[in-house]
């Protein structure tokens, strides 16, 4: 009886052992997954590949962290400082989320530094702005809203992805855009509601409609110009009166623009100029339009001299490093760290 004791004794010492070792392993690899984290993080932000879902849930709907608040939402990215902070959100009477367009421009506004900080600090930073404003039930709706909308903006790059493999890069086919495009469409109903889908996006795809419906139009080798030009007019006719004021509107600058290049071109001075835009616009649009003149102008002349330099530069030093470390500091006496962002792409097709 005794030796049976014994035995079983021995077996179960030897299942705890047993379970202690598979717990502390177990605890090893978890430790090891989580010090990965935010280098996988960080290798995906700058890379642009996809995320685990689950990884995208966790981060958003995990409990709040324990950081300072000014991290977050005082010391901001390079290039989001000196730039206005997006709207307060809005509740309903009973304390649900007032569903708007807000609630985009300030996820966007966050996912914006994507590349310039990881991943996870940005969502951080939402999160710290989101419970900042909100409590109880209308957090926990942007928060899931938030997880929603990463979890569409992580298939949107699976999609590009495949698309990129499936086509490539260097080719376009006017179908495959409709198919990419459905295919976007079809995810936000994966992830998010009708009615932040309604708020997000009404206008955005109201306007890609219009433009799709032209291209389809225009396309349409078995219609004759004739037929183009009406079934144009009947889908203008159908067409949001909110779009057609901005078609309006862009319609009118582009003849502005290029009467204005025209005046300028044969040195025409500065009373000539502000006549033509008194002309063409009201006071205060025309007001306006000077002050962006006066913007294009003082850019151009920046660009202008940054180049000298930046020629300057690539001729003289060899090395690519070292060059490199110049022209990041040449860029930052000439331009802010968002116009150096803007510099850099347009660098990309000068050089």
């Keep these: 009886m005794n030796l049976n ?50 990884l995208i849930a966790e981060l958003v709907l995990s409990p709040a962290d324990s950081v300072a608040h000014a991290e977050f939402t005082i010391i901001l990215p390079t290039s989001l400082r000196n730039t206005p902070l997006p709207e307060h959100l809005e509740i309903n009477d009973d304390g649900s989320l007032l569903i708007n ?21 940005i969502i951080n930073r939402i999160k710290s702005n989101l419970r900042e404003q909100l409590t109880s039930q209308a957090l926990d709706e942007a928060l899931h809203i938030l997880a929603g909308y990463l979890q569409y903006r992580n298939e949107i790059t699976a999609i590009k992805q495949e698309y990129n493999q499936t086509v490539g890069t260097n080719e376009y086919a006017f179908e495959h855009v409709l198919n990419a495009r459905s295919e976007l469409i079809e995810a936000r ?10 708020a997000f996006f009404a206008q955005e795809d ?11 139009i225009t396309k349409d080798n078995s219609l004759s110009k004739e037929q183009k030009d009406h ?5 203008t006719a159908q067409a949001p009166s909110w779009l057609l004021e ?14 204005y290049s025209e005046l300028v071109s044969r040195g025409a001075s500065d009373s000539e100029v502000r006549i033509l835009r008194e002309q063409e616009f009201s006071p205060d649009v025309s007001d306006r339009l000077s002050t962006l003149d006066t913007q294009r102008s003082d850019w151009q002349q920046r660009l202008s001299d940054y180049r000298v330099e930046l020629v300057t530069i690539l001729a003289i030093e060899p090395d690519r490093q070292a060059q490199q470390a110049m022209v990041d500091e040449l860029r930052s006496r000439h331009f802010t760290a968002q116009e150096s962002r803007r510099v850099n792409a347009l660098d990309n097709s000068y050089l």
Excluded: C, D
């Design 5 to 54: 004791i014994l035995k079983i004794s021995l077996v179960l010492i030897s299942l705890v052992m047993f379970a202690i070792a598979l717990f502390n392993r177990w605890e090893s690899n978890k430790n090891a997954e989580l010090q990965q984290q935010p280098a996988i993080l960080i290798a995906q932000s700058t890379t642009n590949t996809p995320l685990k879902p689950e």
């Design 101 to 121: 367009k807000k609630i985009l421009h300030l996820f966007e506004f966050y996912l914006s530094a994507i590349g310039e900080e990881p991943l996870e600090l």
């Design 189 to 198: 109903w994966r992830f998010l509601s009708e009615e932040v889908i309604a």
């Design 206 to 216: 109201q306007y890609e409609n219009y433009m799709l419906g032209i291209a389809t």
């Design 231 to 235: 079934a144009i007019e009947l889908l």
């Design 246 to 259: 901005q078609q309006n509107t862009a319609n009118q600058l582009n003849e502005y623009r290029q009467r």
